[in-house]
């Protein structure tokens, strides 16, 4: 009587440990994510304070190519507008495209090719773009930590039992020459 | 990767642990052929413990100094800055500080205690000679130092093990060519001068005892991880192996770096010409091994 009492409790807290050690973890990983996602957020938001300038620069040269300027502002604004992680690549897939016909129209203008200011903002640009996808690769690297945790047995009994979902990923495309390699140790 | 930075915790505190009793026993060397007796012995630890402390809080500061690195500003560097907060965000580190070396001879090395308190130094060479996707591959291999504590264990190395390797060095040499036209007028001259000589023998005697144990703390093992972790970070392998054969082509050798310091750099620094001296201090492994590792990736 008195050793099964004894297994009995010893089994309860046992467990009992082992679900606030796999709960802790789980918060520690979500926690990262979320700061990984500000650090994401971050950079996009240095970029769209870059574009005004940008454009504003690209019209001193380029008057007549009104469309392209639009399509940028607007690509922009959807941009800045969007909500979830998902609505977010797509915003920023689009934006990625309308600079890239931005950039194509400065081609015909040696001029502004030439422009002090307009070389800094292109550096800075090219920097932020960088930068925002170092943060993605970091947060999408925490998502799958944090994902995985919750998939394995047995930390995803405990992650149903707390109502713990999955985060999306932060997909947008890579440029051709920086498509993932596989890393082995 | 925990178990690389605790194994570099350790190897930095038995460094600091041999470099006290080595400066003990120096210092009380010196209270002996003094004769000051017991103050020899209160002085041996004074000077042991300040300069143990020193070397942990300053050695880096050291090392830049040894180097002639300057502190840059962002406006004035656009593009290092870019890309070196780039790499702190995909290491998710913080950003460490940036220094550059006026020498065409492209190089760089990383520095500091700890990942708060980092440096990474690039030489003027190194941004004119490289694109940007080889630039990140090179700060990257340093992201990988400061992440994994290696920047710790190098920088202790230089400032504890170089200070008396290159003691040992300027004796060595002032005994050996300073013979001919040595100071005959200070009184003091033949006490202390045989003093240095003493000290002078000892150390020459310990030098390459020294030199094994620089090799020990930087094993050529350190260089392949930081490459692949460099590699893991950019996720383009491709950009440091250009890079790698870049600095390796390039044969210009960098001024401000010595046998003390050249560990740090990602390649060797003083480009060994037909080296047997340096051969001895070979403290990187072969470019093309290298290049050949980060290929396969």
């Not at chain 2, 009380?28 to 000051?36: E, N």
């Not at chain 2, 500003?73 to 870019?82: C, F, G, M, V, W």
Request: net charge positive; charged share 20%; proline share 4%.
């Amino acid at each position: 009587m008195g050793i099964a009492l004894i297994v009995v409790i010893a089994i309860v807290a046992f467990m009992i440990i082992f679900v606030i050690g796999v709960y802790n973890g789980l918060i520690t990983l979500r926690n990262r994510c979320d700061n990984a996602w500000a650090q994401v957020d971050v950079q996009l938001r240095r970029r769209y304070d870059l574009i005004p300038n940008l454009v504003e620069t690209v019209k001193g040269y380029a008057k007549h190519e009104r469309e392209v300027f639009q399509k940028v502002t607007e690509a922009r604004a959807k941009a800045i507008d969007a909500g979830t992680v998902k609505e977010q690549g797509e915003a920023e897939n689009m934006l990625s495209g309308a600079l890239k016909s931005l950039f194509a129209v400065v081609e015909n203008y040696p001029d502004l090719k030439a422009n002090q200011n307009f070389l800094m903002l292109q550096e800075e640009l090219a920097g932020t773009e960088g930068k925002i996808a170092y943060a993605r690769q970091f947060y999408n690297d925490n998502v799958m930590k944090f994902n995985l945790k919750q998939q394995v047995f047995p930390s995803n009994i405990i992650a149903n039992m707390f109502n713990f979902n999955e985060k999306e990923y932060f997909e947008i495309e890579e440029p051709e020459a920086r498509r993932p390699v596989e890393v082995k140790f | 990767m925990y178990e690389q930075i605790a194994s570099n915790k350790r190897k930095s505190f038995f460094l600091i642990l041999f470099f006290l009793c080595l400066i003990f026993g120096l210092a009380w060397l010196f209270g002996q052929l003094t004769d000051w007796g017991p103050y020899g012995l209160i002085l041996a630890v004074v000077i042991a413990v300040a300069m143990t402390f020193g070397s942990y809080y300053s050695s880096d500061k050291i090392v830049l100094a040894i180097s002639r690195a300057k502190p840059v500003e962002k406006k004035d560097y656009p593009y290092l800055y870019n890309v070196v907060e780039g790499l702190a965000i995909a290491a998710g580190l913080p950003k460490p500080r940036c220094y550059i070396i006026d020498d065409t001879a492209p190089n760089a090395f990383a520095s500091g205690r700890n990942p708060k308190n980092s440096v990474i130094v690039v030489t003027k060479g190194l941004l004119e000679k490289l694109n940007r996707a080889e630039l990140e591959g090179v700060i990257a291999h340093e992201m990988a130092h400061i992440k994994n504590y290696d920047i710790l264990v190098q920088t202790l190395a230089v400032v504890m093990v170089g200070v008396v390797a290159l003691l040992s060095d300027w004796i060595l040499r002032s005994f050996l060519w300073g013979g001919g036209r040595r100071r005959s007028g200070s009184k003091s001259g033949g006490n202390v001068g045989a003093i240095i000589v003493v000290v002078g023998l000892i150390l020459a005697v310990f030098s390459p005892l020294i030199a094994q144990l620089i090799r020990l703390a930087v094993s050529r093992k350190r260089e392949f991880l930081a490459d692949a972790n460099g590699a893991f970070l950019t996720r383009y392998p491709p950009g440091l192996a250009s890079a790698l054969k870049k600095l390796a082509a390039d044969k210009e050798p960098l001024e401000a770096a010595n046998k003390a310091t050249a560990h740090l750099y990602i390649v060797n620094p003083l480009k060994d010409i037909k080296g047997t001296v340096n051969k001895l201090f070979s403290t990187h492994p072969p470019i093309e091994e290298r290049v050949a590792a980060l290929e396969k990736m």
